[in-house]
């Protein structure tokens, strides 16, 4: 079995939490989210015709994005890990971590003329730890090391007390499980979806800032998430939660597709207020070259490239490659909002342009090639070039601290 990135990073952020590690996850569970549209559109959909991808297309890009090496962990539905990393053992010998998504809130539910997604979310499980270790009920102690490990779980805070106690007494039943079963999770904190009592919108980071270390307050370290995915609320509330605690791992979540820029300012920014891990599921899945996309948000935590950079960067992938980019290049460098809510609708992120800077669509430097982006700053090695033997060698050499890390 070959050593996963996933861990060695963690073990050094717990020991140095301003140490430059960074977790970068593709969330592709969105079968869990929404209906026939989950796995995003087809590269054959036209504007009225919301052609969307199969089922096993979604999966074929999940072994692309396997294969290249750069994600530490792939996130999938209960179903597709009991088919890729149970039946293909696909990540047998790969560096990658599968996690499967461990429920399913209400407020995801988001299906063609269904409403759910505005009312009040509430806690809900289609799936099982078991399912998820060994694909069936009840596994033998044997079994368990079949499928993921790893599990994602999502709690929505609404300022409810009646709704929010059976949020947190069913994460509670669920830590029990886990723990019990040597099953590890991280921890998903939306933004409430409903909310029943005012809180003003800048103070949504406090709020749920609060929830997660009142909530996490009276769990053991043999009970707590590996790592928090969450909306990114900027700069004071990001370092606010890294400084009160330094072991709790703080990831963002991506929200809506939105710019490129969007993106890769988002991760750029994240990393420098004290997060340590993203996931992005529709920014990924939503991108002319997912493979590509994938690079550059490594390359931008690695500190090789800034985002305006790796925006540069990625079009002349794309121009080289002859596909049409969704915005021209422009377009492509602004910072818009972005929802991060299933539906569409709900919480939006912004981050900020430096103080005295030109806005990103009107950067006067010179674009970075993709032969640049390729060679990087620190004379890094090309993975979404090598094969798959090379990356593999490449990451063994890194594990053992003789690589460039």
Do not use: W
């Amino acid at each position: 079995m070959v050593q996963k990135t996933l861990d060695v990073k963690l073990a050094k952020i717990k020991a140095d939490p301003k140490c430059a590690e960074f977790i970068i996850a593709d969330a592709k569970d969105a079968d869990m989210a929404y209906g026939i549209a989950a796995p995003g559109k087809s590269p054959e959909h036209h504007a009225h015709e919301g052609k969307f991808r199969s089922l096993e297309e979604y999966r074929a890009c999940i072994r692309e994005v396997v294969a290249q090496g750069i994600v530490d962990i792939m996130l999938m539905s209960a179903h597709t890990n009991a088919i890729l990393t149970i039946r293909e053992q696909l990540f047998e010998n790969s560096h990658v971590t599968p996690a499967a998504r461990a429920n399913d809130t209400t407020d995801i539910h988001v299906v063609r003329g269904g409403t759910y997604p505005s009312d009040p979310s509430c806690p809900f499980q289609s799936t099982t730890i078991d399912h998820i270790q060994c694909g069936h009920v009840d596994c033998e102690p044997e079994e368990r090391s079949l499928g993921a490990g790893l599990g994602l779980y999502s709690v929505t805070f609404n300022n409810d007390r009646d709704l929010d106690c059976r949020t947190l007494e069913s994460y509670k039943a669920f830590r029990i499980e886990a723990e019990r079963k040597g099953f590890r999770h991280f921890l998903e904190v939306f933004d409430p979806n409903a909310i029943r009592a005012s809180i003003h919108p800048q103070e949504i980071g406090a709020f749920i800032n609060d929830m997660i270390v009142r909530m996490l307050a009276g769990v053991p370290e043999s009970g707590r998430p590996i790592f928090l995915k969450m909306v990114y609320h900027g700069p004071r509330f990001t370092e606010e939660l890294a400084r009160y605690d330094p072991s709790l791992v703080i990831g963002v979540l991506g929200g809506s597709a939105g710019t490129t820029y969007d993106a890769f300012k988002l991760i750029a920014e994240a990393k420098k207020h004290g997060a340590r891990a993203a996931l992005f599921g529709r920014k990924i899945n939503n991108a002319e070259h997912q493979l590509a996309f994938i690079e550059m948000l490594r390359r931008i935590v690695n500190g090789e490239v800034t985002p305006e950079e790796a925006v540069h960067a990625y079009h002349g992938v794309l121009q080289a490659l002859k596909i049409k980019p969704f915005r021209a290049l422009d377009d492509d460098l602004q910072l818009t909002d972005s929802s991060v809510s299933y539906d569409g609708g709900g919480t939006t992120f912004s981050v900020p342009s430096e103080p005295g800077r030109r806005r990103p669509g009107v950067v006067r430097s010179a674009p970075v090639t993709s032969e640049r982006a390729s060679a990087g700053r620190n004379d890094r090695p090309n993975l979404g070039s090598m094969s798959s033997a090379e990356r593999l060698a490449y990451h063994r050499r890194r594990l053992q601290g003789t690589g460039n890390g």
